[in-house]
């Protein structure tokens, strides 16, 4: 069972490490952990952020496990050498279409929620965002009007089968959780949107044990802060997804706590390859200085042993421990506690 393991900037060797001691901790056998550079320390050593070699490495692994990317000091560089286009070319080149950001209320961190407690204590949600389509990989660009006005422009465009892929991860996510479904869209005003609906109805007739509804996507923005215990598993495209998964990590108090998995249609002897990966960035002004909280790249690795190695009971395991730690008060500076990253990996050790 091989592992691509990529840290890539700032914090993100930091908290990568401390994910790799718990996995250590688990005592699995038959695993092996390769390393490779990305972002802007691959740039430095390699000239471009996803060099050849570490692009291999990463396919032929059966899951990666990333860290962040981002360097302030790469923001000169032309588009296609920054640091972030690593991580935007991975998902290309490994077919990663669909993104599973989990969110979840700790006991003990309500007070940390913008949401009042009584109403964040019920969050226990998972956003499924499709990764590959939408308006983000569309045509676009800028044109000059007649009237000599220029005018910026970008085509918002899927296909059946691109819907019918991730509304079938959205289906299976919801059926091994509370069976409920929501779809999001803007099916009022746009036919990509009124496309959407109707292929991911036609897909529900495959699952008739899960749940279905649709909202569209400013009343779910709206849902997700007046009652986000209503929910279970959100499914929708990619722009709607980023914003959506962005609000319901303030809801639920901490960018340090969330993890993410992003998983294509390849199936290894395992399991589904994916890319792990916390979805805090790469936080240069505290890189080094051991105050990052490396609990979202644990809970990414405990992401990983469930969908692409199949062990849940290590998966569940690994996230009590996290809860255990934090209902215990081992906090880090972004929880308003002291705890050093080191201190929180051993914490969620000593609770395995």
């Not at 996803?50 to 981002?70: N, S």
């Not at 779809?183 to 529900?204: G, M, P």
């Not at 990590?249 to 993410?260: D, K, P, R, Y």
Request: hydrophobic residues 45%; proline residues 4%.
């Amino acid at each position: 069972m091989k592992i691509a393991v990529l840290a890539g900037d700032g914090i993100g060797p930091e908290v990568v490490h401390e994910a790799l001691r718990v996995l250590g901790a688990l005592d699995l056998p038959g695993f092996s952990i390769t390393e490779g550079e990305v972002g802007a320390a691959a740039w430095r050593k390699h000239g471009h952020p996803l060099p050849p070699q570490t692009l291999a490495l990463a396919q032929q692994a059966d899951a990666v496990l990333f860290g962040a990317v981002g360097d302030p000091a790469c923001d000169g560089l032309e588009r296609h050498l920054r640091p972030e286009q690593a991580i935007l070319g991975l998902r290309a080149q490994l077919g990663l279409f669909a993104n599973l950001r989990p969110a979840t209320m700790f006991a003990g961190l309500e007070h940390l929620s913008a949401l009042r407690p009584e109403i964040a204590r019920a969050i226990d949600l998972l956003i499924v965002r499709e990764l590959n389509g939408d308006v983000y990989f569309g045509d676009k660009g800028i044109r000059t009007l007649e009237t000599g006005e220029r005018q910026g422009w970008d085509m918002m465009a899927y296909s059946e089968s691109e819907v019918r892929r991730i509304a079938h991860i959205g289906f299976r996510a919801a059926q091994g959780r509370k069976r409920r479904l929501t779809s999001v869209d803007k099916a009022n005003v746009l036919e990509t949107s009124q496309l959407w609906r109707e292929v991911v109805t036609e897909v529900a007739r495959e699952y008739p044990d899960v749940v279905l509804d649709h909202l569209y996507v400013d009343n779910a923005a709206m849902q997700l802060v007046r009652a986000p215990g209503a929910f279970d598993v959100i499914v929708t495209g990619n722009l709607f997804g980023d914003i959506l998964s962005d609000q319901a990590s303030m809801c639920v108090g901490s960018i340090g706590l969330l993890a993410s998995a992003s998983l294509g249609e390849r199936q290894t002897d395992f399991g589904t390859f994916g890319l792990y990966e916390p979805i805090h960035g790469s936080a240069p002004d505290i890189a080094g200085q051991s105050k990052a909280n490396p609990m979202a790249a644990i809970l990414s690795a405990a992401m990983m042993l469930r969908h692409s190695f199949g062990r849940e009971a290590e998966a569940a395991r690994t996230e009590r421990a996290v809860a255990r730690a934090l209902d215990d008060g081992v906090r880090g500076g972004d929880l308003g506690g002291s705890a050093s990253t080191g201190a929180i990996g051993t914490a969620v050790i000593e609770r395995l």
